[in-house]
């Protein structure tokens, strides 16, 4: 058990000295819906790799971490703020916005319809229907 604790530490270090570079690529702002002023933290996008990498790494808000784990929580229009952030032009926001959006679509019209006007680069479009939520 402590070795599982001692690993954990290891990567949540690994994870912490991205914190400046992911700040400064944030902007300081939660990287899915823009918001700023509250507290934001590190999400590694699944699947993870062996050793945290900035590429695959996103700066997000509380909210966004709560719906990130526990997906039956997310409802309706108050996250069409996806509909923008799947456009960014940077993978890891698109891959998320793209699950989260699909999620959404089960129940949300609006949802499906950003899926279905969505164009993602192929290896992006993978890695996003890698693991659906």
């Known amino acids: 058990m402590a070795k599982g604790y001692e690993v954990h530490q290891a990567r949540a270090a690994a994870l912490q000295r991205l914190g400046k570079d ?11 819906t823009g918001a700023s ?28 971490h709560a719906v990130l784990e526990k997906p039956s929580t997310l409802r309706g ?6 509909a923008e952030t799947i456009w960014v032009d940077f993978p890891a926001a ?6 989260l959006l699909h999620h959404l679509g089960k129940t949300e019209d609006w949802a499906r319809e ?20």
Do not use: N
């Open 22 to 32: 992911l700040a400064r690529r944030a902007k300081s702002k939660c990287e899915l």
């Open 114 to 133: 950003v899926i279905d006007e969505v164009f993602l680069d192929p290896e992006v479009e993978d890695w996003a229907r890698s693991e659906i939520l």
């Open 37 to 64: 002023g509250v507290p934001l933290r590190a999400y590694e996008v699944p699947p993870v790799a062996a050793e945290p990498d900035l590429d695959r790494t996103l700066l997000l808000c509380e909210a966004c």
């Open 77 to 82: 229009r108050q996250w069409q703020i996806l």
């Open 94 to 99: 698109q891959v998320v916005a793209w699950r």
